[in-house]
């Protein structure tokens, strides 16, 4: 059984039907993206399994139970935590405020510590910095952030929603290190990027989307070396 | 007699009740971006329950050490649950409706309360009853009773445990963050309708304090008392910047000693032309002077970091 099973799934965004019907599976402890080009409903497919956009026909699964109608948070307490397009750190709260915000949903404060080391562990800046607000950090930073923050819930399944966006090429490269790293530990992940190279070498499989359909489906090795692939996609 | 330092005191003591009320306006400001205009309403609801529960309890021979606890528990549920039901009712339903349609809801919700406070209460004045005997005390040659006294510890007791809550609470934490960015609220797993919901019930709680307060301030409570006092404590959580909490605890304050000080020497000012029954103008002659030079309020953020 999948970690997370689509079925189906069409969501409508802007009076637009932006997905429509896609399945797709992802393996506990597996590293899947989702490429395309802009526009062809990325974002708004991780937003639904979110659950910060109603599901217009299909069925989302997660651990062996359906989560199609379950609100946005109750969907992140059972595990599944998005960092947003845009990061979304809070921009008034500290950076430690940011990080317990995290951790919310949770009550073991030994726990919580622990973790709370572990990201000042994965991110020395953000320790650095823990006293200064959110909106003051860099573009790299807030990624560090809200990257962090979702750690903090401990998630089964993290949702990443193009972490490169705006970023320096310094701060990319440090923030898929992060994302290898953590996905070396056993991290289930879900990652929409529009650099479709970075995100199949650091992948285990593909999806690609275009026009909010799924056109193809394959292990990332395979989709880089695919000649359609590489003229759409890979500027090769 | 001191004048300068007497309108400073009175000053004081009104501003801290104009904070109380602009508390509740900027906390749903804050969370909604919605200018909750019933919230006047609220507070004339905790003054006329508290006033009319002290009626009754003092008419019954109870203690007032006793009456007045009683007074304003029963002030705080009303308010609360009025509060949380108009919320409900009114305003979650246009969660994600156009600005202007909860504002004019609001307006009307305004109308609604105090209509059903004519119709419960009638339109006669209710009067505070004498449960405590009024003491004068001099101080540096102004005077200073020992209600106002007891108004400015009260005020100042529920402004601190507000901000005790806010700042240091989960709770606290979980509206901060729905005020900063809704959607990521819900990702961090806070149900953001309870959050709004515990916003409408800490705003009428305080309502309700106001309310009582401000009743044994004026000796009055009347079905129509909310509707001016509204304005102005919107007028003072501009002033300190809407949406910002310790600008609505500063604006209130602020929005008193101008007053205060307005209505002191306004005859002098005006040759005796205006008296200091037109205090009233002070409040929204600031509030023009602050939406045209500083719109963000003394200590509200520029707009950008709203984004």
Not at chain 2, 109 to 129: C, E, H, K, T
């Amino acid at each position: 059984m999948s970690l997370l099973e689509v079925q189906g799934l069409a969501v409508h965004y802007g009076g637009i039907r932006a997905v429509k019907g896609i399945d797709l599976q992802v393996e506990e402890g597996e590293v899947v993206c989702l490429i395309g080009a802009n526009g062809a409903g990325k974002t708004t497919t991780l937003r639904a399994l979110a659950g910060l956009l109603p599901a217009a026909a299909g069925s989302i699964r997660y651990a062996g139970s359906a989560v199609t109608d379950l609100p946005v948070h109750a969907r992140a307490r059972i595990g599944i935590s998005l960092v947003p397009e845009g990061r979304g750190v809070f921009p008034r709260l500290t950076v430690a405020e940011n990080l317990d915000m995290g951790a919310y949903s949770r009550r073991d404060r030994a726990g919580i510590s622990a973790d709370l080391e572990h990201v000042y562990g994965l991110f020395p800046r953000l320790y650095e910095r823990r006293a200064q607000t959110g909106g003051t950090l860099s573009g790299g930073e807030q990624q560090m952030l809200s990257l962090g923050r979702a750690l903090m819930s401990r998630p089964r399944l993290l949702l990443l929603d193009e972490p490169s966006m705006g970023l320096a090429p310094l701060a990319v490269q440090k923030i898929f290190e992060t994302i290898r790293l953590i996905a070396d530990q056993g991290m289930t992940l879900l990652l929409v990027e529009q650099n479709a190279r970075l995100a199949l070498e650091s992948s285990r499989r593909g999806y690609v989307l275009e026009g909010g359909c799924i056109v193809h489906q394959d292990d990332a090795a395979a989709l880089l070396a695919s000649p359609k692939v590489r003229a759409a996609y890979l500027g090769a | 007699m001191d004048v300068l330092l007497q309108q400073l005191i009175n000053g004081l003591i009104l501003g801290s009740l104009y904070a109380l009320v602009a508390l509740g306006y900027t906390m749903v400001y804050g969370i909604l971006e919605l200018i909750n205009f019933a919230h006047g309403e609220i507070v004339m609801v905790g003054a006329m329950v508290s006033v009319s529960v002290l009626v009754a309890l003092t008419a019954a021979g109870v203690p007032v050490a006793l009456a007045l606890p009683l007074a304003l528990a029963a002030a705080v549920v009303v308010c609360v649950v009025t509060g949380v039901l108009v919320e409900r009712v009114a305003y979650r339903p246009l969660r994600n409706a156009p600005r202007l349609a909860p504002l004019i809801t609001a307006i009307g919700v305004s109308i609604v309360l105090q209509n059903l406070a004519m119709i419960f209460w009638g339109r006669q004045y209710l009067s505070f009853p004498p449960v405590i005997e009024v003491q004068v005390y001099a101080v540096l040659g102004a005077t200073v009773s020992n209600i106002q006294i007891l108004i400015l510890v009260v005020a100042a007791l529920t402004m601190g445990g507000l901000l005790l809550l806010v700042n240091r609470t989960r709770l606290g934490r979980a509206m901060r963050a729905t005020a900063q960015n809704r959607e990521v609220a819900g990702l961090m797993g806070v149900d953001v309708n309870r959050v709004i919901a515990a916003t409408f019930i800490v705003g009428s709680a305080l309502a309700a304090v106001a309310g009582l307060l401000i009743a044994s301030y004026y000796g009055i409570a009347h079905y129509n008392m909310g509707f001016i006092l509204g304005l102005k404590a919107f007028s003072a959580a501009v002033l300190g910047g809407i949406g910002n909490i310790p600008g609505a605890l500063l604006g209130g304050l602020l929005l008193g000693v101008i007053e205060s000080l307005g209505a002191g020497y306004i005859g002098d000012l005006t040759g005796g032309f205006l008296g200091s029954h037109y205090q009233d103008i002070f409040a929204f002659l600031i509030l023009i002077l602050v939406l045209t030079f500083r719109p963000s309020g003394l200590l509200g953020e520029r707009v950008a970091d709203r984004a």
